[in-house]
């Protein structure tokens, strides 16, 4: 039996409540990386290949399931939808962007728990800071150096705005090519979601997540599971404190949460961030199965600092907290390709390896096992895995 999978009852059916990032792409999107994964990595699944259904649109939501070949249910899953809201904060062109984030920086810069931001890995401060920096020094930069070979006030003058320029647009070519507008815009849309909190369309969202959640868990799902990947992970907290105010407080054990890549601690850090402050607080007093998968590779997210950062509690009692340790699970090559394209390392939760993951995205959905169950064989694995290599 492969270590990815244990025993447990065959018709363990999961429900799974999906909740991406600051993506524009929505449903359909992820309906099919779903399907390329599935496709990709058929031949290691004990149950023969996996059927994905097509998708099914339910108002904002998009549905599919999962079934087995004998035609037995393995997950229902509900990929909650909020794409609609991330393009409508989604500003457009350089001038847009550039000068917003200045501004956004320039307050977040002051709001900043630098003291618990101290905790960070590396990477994280690079994925925060970097894209911004690369738009302001380049220029600043090559635009000095310009003027330096200039000779005279007049070449001194042209030099320095030949070279800002040269660098701004180099700065920005770069920025597409590494997908940091993509992160500046993550930047302004948590920077206005840090000082406001949701707004009434977010809200209404967090809401129904919170009402279809509280609806699953009194229907017979062996395990209901909300899982979430960047930037919502940030969102699943006033979800689950809003289904704990639902349940008052008696979220059933059956009930998990997983996050993936997450930056839960970027609002956790922030001063200004009161209702985020009491969001966490609210989670941390449910105490419910938390499974939080972050790689310190991963510069778009906060791997393995407690998510409630400076809070009385910082870690809630059900906290797990993993690195994926895909140096187990890919090979040399795949390795070296992803650490040069650190946006499609930022999926790679979502993917499979060469040698499947317990907690990788399939295995969480589909697996006839407990989430408590996949952590367990992926804590197993490890040295197994290793001894391989």
Not at 224 to 233: A, K, P, Q
Request: some cysteine.
């Amino acid at each position: 039996m492969s270590p990815t999978l244990c025993q447990i009852p065959p018709l363990f059916k999961r429900k799974i409540f999906y909740l991406g990032g600051f993506d524009p792409r929505g449903g359909r999107f992820y309906h099919g990386l779903h399907q390329q994964v599935l496709d990709a990595q058929a031949p290691d699944w004990p149950e023969g290949r996996l059927i994905l259904s097509p998708r099914q649109r339910r108002g904002a939501d998009v549905n599919w399931t999962v079934t087995d070949q004998a035609g037995s249910l393995l997950a229902d899953t509900t990929c909650l939808g909020w794409d609609d809201i991330v393009r409508d904060h989604w500003p457009r062109g350089a001038l847009a962007v550039g000068w917003r984030i200045l501004r956004a920086h320039a307050h977040m810069l002051r709001q900043l728990d630098f003291a618990q931001m101290r905790r960070w890995p590396r990477g994280s401060w690079i994925g925060l800071f970097g894209p911004v920096g690369m738009l302001l020094l380049g220029p600043v930069l090559l635009g000095l150096g310009a003027a330096g070979l200039a000779g005279g006030l007049w070449g001194l003058w042209a030099g320095l705005g030949a070279g800002v320029g040269l660098g701004a647009g180099a700065a920005w070519t770069a920025a597409r090519r590494t997908h940091a507008l993509w992160q500046m815009r993550f930047v302004l849309f948590n920077d206005d979601l840090a000082r406001a909190g949701p707004d009434a369309a977010l809200d209404a969202r967090l809401t129904h997540a919170a009402g279809l959640i509280a609806e699953a868990l009194a229907q017979d799902w062996d395990e209901v599971v909300l899982i979430s990947h960047s930037n919502g992970t940030e969102l699943a907290v006033p979800v689950l404190a809003r289904l704990g105010a639902r349940l008052e407080g008696a979220v059933p054990d059956r009930f998990g949460m997983v996050t993936y890549g997450s930056c839960v601690q970027l609002l956790a850090c922030r001063r200004d961030a009161a209702w985020f402050a009491r969001d966490l607080d609210a989670v941390a007093r449910l105490g419910v199965r938390w499974v939080d998968v972050a790689s310190p590779a991963d510069g778009a997210c906060v791997a393995l600092v407690p998510p409630a950062q400076g809070r009385p509690v910082e870690a809630p009692a059900g906290l797990i907290q993993r690195s994926p340790r895909w140096h187990l699970f890919a090979d040399a090559a795949t390795r070296a390709a992803r650490r040069r394209d650190r946006f499609a390392q930022h999926f790679d939760y979502l993917r499979r390896m060469q040698r499947a993951s317990p907690l990788d995205y399939v295995a969480i959905t589909c697996a006839r096992r407990t989430l408590a169950q996949a952590v367990a064989a992926f804590d197993a694995c490890g040295p197994t895995m290793e001894a391989a290599q």
